[in-house]
């Protein structure tokens, strides 16, 4: 990836003060803790290949928070789809 020590630091340093505010903002949402670890894993990996989304401290808790609410909510809607799909007769 091309990260220098001192931002992969930086990126744990966030991770681990953030995860259980991100973790619970989803579950929150999706009202199940398995739900709410898989979103949060894929909010930092995406914040990981994106370096300015959490580089900026002004912005950085607000453009987490909302990546969190979107990708639960698409969660959220592939989970119903999904259930749909299953009842539907072949």
Known sequence: MGYSRGENKEFEALFRSMYPEVKAFAQGILQSE????????????????????????????????????TCSGHFA??????????????
């Open 34 to 69: 398995d739900d709410a670890e898989d979103i949060a894993q894929d909010v930092f990996v995406k914040l990981l290949n994106y370096p300015q989304a959490w580089e900026n401290p002004e912005t950085r808790n607000s453009y987490i928070l909302m990546a969190v609410g």
């Open 77 to 90: 809607v592939s989970a119903v789809r999904l259930g749909c799909e299953r009842r539907l007769p072949d």
